[in-house]
Nanobody
C-alpha cells in the first residue's frame, strides 16, 4: 500500500514536498513510482515518474520546477514542486508498479489515497 502526504495550502511561488511512502514489506526501490494530479472537473494527468531503473520523467508544465527522487532508507519517493502556480492546485496521487523501466501510461498496480494541494494567496 502507498501513503501520499505533504499537500497543503501554499502561496503562489511557494514550494511543497510531497511524499509517497510504501508499507513495510514493499521495497519501493524496485518499483516505478508515478505522481499524478487531478483538479476538480478535470481528468487525471501525469506529473512525474521515476522508473525502476531510476529514469525520470517530468510533464512539460512542471519541467524546471519539479524534482522527483527516492530515499530508499525511508522507502519513500518524494516530489518537490517549486514556484507553484494556480494551475498546480489539485489532488496529487502517487502510484507504483513493480519492475517497470519506463514512465508512460497510468496502468499502475498500487495507488495512494491522494493529497490536496491548494495554491492561493
Amino acid at each position: 500500500q502507498l501513503q501520499a502526504s505533504g499537500g497543503g495550502l501554499v502561496q503562489p511561488g511557494g514550494s511543497l514536498r510531497l511524499s509517497c511512502a510504501a508499507s513495510p514489506g514493499t521495497t519501493l526501490s524496485s518499483y516505478a513510482v508515478g505522481w499524478f494530479h487531478q483538479a476538480p472537473g478535470k481528468g487525471r494527468e501525469g506529473v512525474s515518474c521515476i522508473n525502476s531503473g531510476d529514469g525520470i520523467y517530468y510533464e512539460e508544465s512542471v519541467k524546471g520546477r519539479a524534482i522527483i527522487y527516492r530515499d530508499n532508507a525511508k522507502n519513500t519517493v518524494y516530489l518537490v514542486l517549486r514556484d507553484l502556480r494556480a494551475e498546480d492546485a489539485a489532488t496529487y496521487y502517487c502510484a507504483a508498479v513493480l519492475n517497470r523501466y519506463y514512465c508512460h501510461g497510468d496502468d499502475y498496480d498500487y495507488w495512494g489515497q491522494g493529497t490536496l494541494v491548494t495554491v492561493s494567496s
